[in-house]
């Protein structure tokens, strides 16, 4: 008599089961990448077209750009970041312009704007690039006079000084050149794009591609000098009716203190009193050699200097 031992087989899945569970993995791998398309869809829609990011929007419009004068150039290296109203739990807000070390050579700053949009005012925040964006045609001056930037560029990793339009003071500086600059428009104190009353500026093709290259947010230096601004009762434009008593600074987080200018007795003339300056007449642009200082400004520039938008004097 022989003996049979029957040994147990491992269960077979069902043919039918090992296909549902293969159309079950793959739909769910195209759930999440349908899901991953939509948000990047949704991401890039939100953008407008100069590639701003959209930080807040108030349904107030912002107050006027204040006249102030600029203060020296503290070393060089430093560049200009005009002052612009915020906004925070109290109302509008003047963060002053101030000098600043940009995070890498090279770069340049696009400032922040308001734009009206769906019945709102909406703030588009600034950004340091390797070109000068859309900053909705507000002339914050000191170069920036509502299309690129004509207070200076970079050569070889060093910044060039437009003196004609940046308060040198008596810093030694031997990378300045002059260019003066000349607006056909009316200058005005402007400060959102778009809306009732507000500047009719759209951006460029140059300028929305420079939007979308790659971009640096605000350095640490910055985010300090707003962040202290928000604190100062004083920069309240519910306090100051629009006219901050500290317009500039310096350096950044650097307020009441030396180096800070007076407001000066105009800045506290009505907007509309405002008349706009003539058009000045372009000088040849004249490059000083490397081993001589600029000489000394008899007086810092105003913010309101007129404009031509154009590339400043190269070798």
Do not use: C
């Not at 340049?108 to 019945?119: C, L």
């Not at 009316?186 to 929305?208: D, F, K, L």
């Not at 200082?293 to 400043?312: I, L, M, T, V, W």
């Amino acid at each position: 008599m022989s003996a049979h031992v029957r040994i147990p087989q491992a269960g077979r899945v069902p043919i039918h089961s090992r296909a549902h569970a293969t159309v079950a993995l793959a739909t769910r791998h195209l759930v999440t990448l349908t899901v991953a398309f939509l948000a990047a869809a949704l991401l890039l829609l939100s953008r407008p077209a100069n590639g701003a990011d959209v930080a807040l929007s108030v349904t107030i419009a912002p107050p006027p750009l204040p006249v102030y004068e600029q203060p020296p150039l503290p070393s060089p290296g430093y560049m200009w970041v005009p002052g612009y109203w915020s906004y925070g739990p109290d109302g509008y807000f003047w963060v002053p312009g101030t000098w600043v070390l940009p995070p890498d050579p090279d770069l340049v700053w696009t400032p922040g704007y308001w734009g009206f949009s769906d019945a709102a005012y909406v703030w588009y925040p600034g950004y340091w690039g390797p070109q000068i964006g859309f900053y909705g045609g507000i002339v914050y001056g000191f170069g920036y006079f509502g299309r690129g930037y004509d207070g200076g560029y970079w050569r070889d990793h060093q910044f060039y000084y437009n003196r004609a339009v940046n308060n040198i003071g008596n810093t030694n500086v031997t990378n300045v050149y002059s260019k003066t600059v000349v607006n056909n428009t009316t200058v005005t104190n402007i400060s959102y794009n778009g809306g009732p009353g507000g500047v009719s500026a759209r951006p460029t093709p140059q300028e929305q591609a420079a939007g979308r290259q790659p971009r640096h947010a605000a350095t640490n230096d910055q985010a300090a000098h707003v962040a202290r601004a928000r604190t100062q009762h004083e920069l309240l434009a519910a306090v100051n009716q629009g006219h901050p008593p500290i317009a500039a600074t310096p350096k950044p987080d650097t307020f009441p203190g030396p180096g800070v200018p007076p407001p000066p007795p105009e800045r506290r003339a009505p907007a509309e009193h405002l008349t706009p300056a003539a058009p000045a007449e372009r000088t040849t642009p004249e490059r000083p050699p490397a081993h001589q200082s600029p000489p000394a400004e008899k007086s810092p520039p105003r913010q309101r200097q007129p404009d031509q938008p154009g590339e400043p004097p190269r070798p």
